[in-house]
């Protein structure tokens, strides 16, 4: 539509039917936004190799199909986060091969194309400090599978045993982002960020009761962490975390 | 006072003076807080080795002296907390032979006793995670020595140089208390709860800038810790940590 | 396994098919970690009676099962806590000698031994503000009766008619920690702590409306507290101040 | 003004000037505020015996001495609230009978009339937690007996040494109203509230540091208390108590 | 059992069966708490009209019933609070002369004897900003009621239709406490402070959403009334407001 | 009934009945909040083009028919926010011409009158961050055009997207009013007010999770923003925003 | 430049030089936003009347001079707020007609032009509750005043004194649009807007202290209040709701 | 040291001295984090091209001057942050080489070896949405410049003037890492995240006021960024965000 507005009033200029003066005026007063649509639409695209994220908490199961619906006739993958039982069950009724990993709520669907291979360098590592943060760090974990990004897993080394830590700082140093999820006290990400080179980023978790105030807790101990190298999401937001680490490990890919 | 006043009556039922309805009426009618004053009061003294504490923050200077004076007409000794230089050379002026110790804020009379020597058995460590936690530190163990109990400290071992710890694993083995003082993000606290079988009492510090929030991000780390055996006290409250510590070692000493 | 490794190391020395500096170079590189490793863990064994606790809340009924029984593989009794009627029901299907006790939410295992009873030195007393804290304060004495302490309980002794509390004064007088649990106002900790010499370790809990901030009103009357010898643990936590109780007088024992 | 357009209208009915209906409708749309202007006014002045508090805290020296030289055109005295030495000075200088205590920070003018004398019934208590709590204190006692109310003070009696509330406990049933200040942990309201029958104020005050919040720890501590009969004011707002048990004090009086 | 313990002594010594000084020692060493448990529980009886209250939101139905026999056996009535249907249903199943009023949520027995006809002295106005306020105003009604003190309603007269106060202006002038429940912004509180002398209590209610904070809000502003003589309690707590205001009626009729 | 009184009373002043003094007396005391009843009344009725709106959340659905009947003996339409389906059933089964809206959960009468068409002056563009805010945004909309309002809607423009903001730049322009809905970081108030002239007003709404704290978060975003014209109502209050847009549009429409 | 390059373009698409592709390509890659500046640009400057504001609380003195100078190159008039005295003596010292309002803070340079009269249409009524209040209000004053909006100031006029608001009722009848300026607990919002039908804009204050949260409780009131059309800005933001009224204003000004 | 140990060890193992089973148990009873000490030490160092940094706010001058100068002993460079005027004179006059940058308050001792120039790849662009938020800014882009990483700076580019933004969106394009430093709102940092595809690290400032909360809305802003590819660090924390952005670059060197 602006393309075709846009040649029309080329057209105009190069047979003279339009005077530059005037082109020139129009070219300003068209809505220059307009004119960039496309241009960051597709760089979104490039940039995240998944064109929309669908957040699926506060939508209706009708709303989601439909969105999800609209991305796949133009891309050949759709992820939704945070999707309950009941909403996935609608969507699998009516998007036949979308996926649900109940753990981390991830919907997904994903019809790979011919280089959709997991990508050969760069490694993401997600830690937990504790067996119940593992849903934030599946919800990490499996977002950066989808988007193509080899992860390790290492669950449950919190550092009231510090010796569970220990036990992988071999695959730590390998990592070349680390995502640390952790709730309760969340000390986890001080201690890694200062062991490690690469950088480390924490995802408070809402586990844990009274004064761990839903994640605040653990997510001042992060802010606060005396390590260096630390930054952090929100609250439970483990895809936010996959979101950055891809980021890094697409930065790093485009150089080698 | 009270005595007399117990002595008379019960003299006077001895010698018929008063029959046994009206003393009854009397002793249930007299204040009965007053049986107890003096009993509370030893008891006090008994148990803290320390009869009063003066908290000097939001006191006069002449407040102050006042109260230290009426103390040591019956002690030996006394103590005040968070007392800055100009109300200690005040003090200092009056009280000839008062001690003040500026990084502790700590102002102490001691004149003691022959049996005042530092307690053989019980130890407690007291760490911290940063230089800039010493202050609380020494109010902790400057308040311990005072009360005759045998410390060691280890400062600046926070978590971001685990080793740092390790170091001085030892010392921490051996303490039977470990008074652990954190700004920033307090992670220190959950590490050394989960290293050591002894109690440890949390000190979070207001060290710290943005979202440590003047203590409270520690002092949350602290209360979330995944480690057992580890209580706290208010921020910054050495003197607070001191108290229980040696209500422990007390405990330990009756014992043996 | 790492005991193996280094055998074979010291051997390779010992029969020259390693010279030093290659074995010094393998040793510090060999993870230092797992040397600590088996020491670390059997210390945590030995000091806290209980290998693990399995913290149920936010765990599946089937991760809390596979836990407990590798617990248990190795060790002769395990601890549950915060778990609801039907994981409690799941995990008795499944471990016949397992016991739920509804009211602290506790879910035990235990398998005694021959030295496995009640010690006869030290007494934790546990008390309450109100009715209502009972199962906080259940969750404290049935943990400590587990790991081998001796409880003695006084409920329902509140500030506001404190000739309740004055009833048990002679207890309080005799324990060796008091473990101290109210929610509204949380009042009861300062009068106890100015009452008693023995460490008085106070537990906020959620019991309360509006301002009670669920227990973070209780939290902070107990961090400010004017009375000595007092530290605290988290909201409704009366776990955690089992294990510093337990930690305590463990450290008593050990001096006798 | 009011009283004499009102008289005009109704002397124009009256003599046939103004019809009804048109009288009507002119009081109707009259501005009805100002009928009740005098009124409450004068009412505000009979409850209160003081016609105009000025709060001093944000005004200017300036602003002060034009509000208070208003108000003593029509009235025998004039209270300031939270008045600081420099602006009390410059009062001073110009209202040669004004009275400045620097403790309560309260600045007065009083030029008593002949039935200003100290009121026989009633008597507020006035009793603080701690030393650092007086000025406060001062503040609703001095405020009280410039209403001409009866106080009696009690000051550092808190929980922490329960024997010195029971001290004064006879005097404590004597009282008519109770205003209860405390900072810290704010657990005297509480144990007072216990105690006696009368209506107790407490005022929270900022003395503290760390979790006491600037005051919100025991203002939530007091409004949490399990004792019945305890309402409270804002922090530090001790003339907010003091006009509160005024008001108690005067309903008392009046139904004498 | 107290009086008999001491009647005995002091025949004892009356009889010259126990000298003085061993009588004053036994004096000093019994515990003085329980010289003052009969006291303070008479006093409190007579203090309140209701000898206990319960509070029912976190106890068990088996809990509530056992207390409300227990006081039944020496009282007349007894209250309970925040009881929810089923628990009253329970309780009425096992106390047949029990009521329950479902908007109050309170829970009552009243077995009244001659005197307990309502007080002649003495008006406690009820009024609230809503009509969604009313439940907690009727709990503060009722309980006044119960305690046999008159009260007027007024309902649904918030500020934002400042009219709807001023047509209950004259009642407002009569009353001797007014109990004032807001929630939303709670100004009510401020307005009807600023009209009467009287001394009003703030009810701030959990009604609204958002930014209300359960409460909070309306608490904050009445808190920071500009108003002289209002004083506040907790957040939706009907019921404590009606203690205050007894404990003020009953101090007016004291002096009559 | 008032201006039957007033009557009286100005007849007997003309008949000479009421000698002036007396009758000025009486105008005086006269409840002078009555005269202002009904004006007061009316002059709220012209203003909203709703006489008074039922908020629906904590009320009984037999309160809300109550009120909804009463209001409608004298209006044309009421309106009812926050009304949930079970509430909306029981009304439109007494009110036959009720009509619900689940998405904004509005109930609404409305039997129009011949000049209540769609004012031609003024137009509100009701935009939202996310599919997530529509119900918000639909409260907003479907008051205004209950009002008579002309409204534009573009959903789902965040600014994480920014070219789907300028794609309705133009609409933008145009609006004399913008509401502006938005949850999680609510950014988009601020790009908005950047680009418009005409006043914002921002929602946050309680969309996120974590640290959007129940939409605190947009909320602090909108407060703090650095654009100007931007003003705030409470979190989710659609209904609210349109009512301060609505009396913006009157405004206009009245000086045209 | 952009005007030149595109000239540039279009040039070379006339004669020729470039196919309509490759113009075609051009124009989509050229950053669009450069297209928008100016046009975005004179649209601000329009809009406010204000072509730039300087925040001048966290500049250097330089800066804002700088600031100021590069704007006045291509203005009449500039406005920094929140400038303190040592910032406007630097600036008045090198830019001789700027002007300093010290109770504002606001720094003016004007050099008004022809037409920059007081706009005849529409009124802002500038209200505060307390006089402590007055520094914001006339920063919100000032402010529309050097926008050349009209307006009318009423302070001190809160509702703890109903009186006094209500003599300026007819004042609140004729203005277009109130900006309600209050500390303490704010309530004086809600009351005005229940009486007036314009729009409302409320700033709350940071008067107070203790449970004002320096501006948080007025705020939170204000965000509450029951009454409809009414909106808020920031704490202490005079400059704020300035900014609103003045695009209200500007609003009504255009339909005229 | 440790490694003297260790060779004597195995020296005594190779010559017979010492048998395996007593290697084995000397090996494991060393205290295992001596092992790890200097490897971890060397990792630091390595990591991130400054050994340790000083964190200077609260230590005192001659704490800072004694670390500075221990770490140059075994370094070239050495980085203290948050450092006044005061203390970087004291520092200054010792160590005559250290620069003072006042803005950013870093100060800094770098005395550069060959390899030291700044490093080809990678870049790193430092943005701000205001002038106020420059020092945070020059605090991250100066601490990169000393640890030789490229940066390029734009500041002031806040969304109120969205065409800022768009003027510098080719650097954006190029950036490695962006970190994007805000206060007030903070609605950069979404806005940015929607534009670009590499990791974007958020820095709140504590720059604004009333509701800004210091630095908590522009914070809780960039958790909730609906843009993804955004982490944060603390309040204000250039530094921190420095090395975050340091790890990132140095892990895309770390694979050319």
Known sequence: MDKNKLTQLLNDVKEGRLDINHALHKLRTLPF????HTKIDNHRDLRQGIPEVVYCESKTPEQILSIMQRILESHN???????????AAFIQKHISDSVYDKESRLLMVNRPEEDDA????????????????????????????FLNVKVERAFDIGVAGIHRLFDVSDKLYEADVIICIAGMEGALTSVVGGLVSCPVIGVPTSVGYGTSLQGFAPMLTMLNSCATGVAIVNIDNGFGAATVANSIIQRIQKYQ
């Open 118 to 145: 997991i990508k050969k360098t760069g490694m993401v590592m997600v830690i937990t400090a504790g067996t119940s943060d593992i849903p934030v760090a599946e919800e990490a974990a499996k977002t950066l599978e």
């Open 77 to 87: 993958k759709v992820l939704g986060t945070r999707a309950n039982p009941e909403k």
């Open 33 to 36: 936004e307009n004119l960039g």
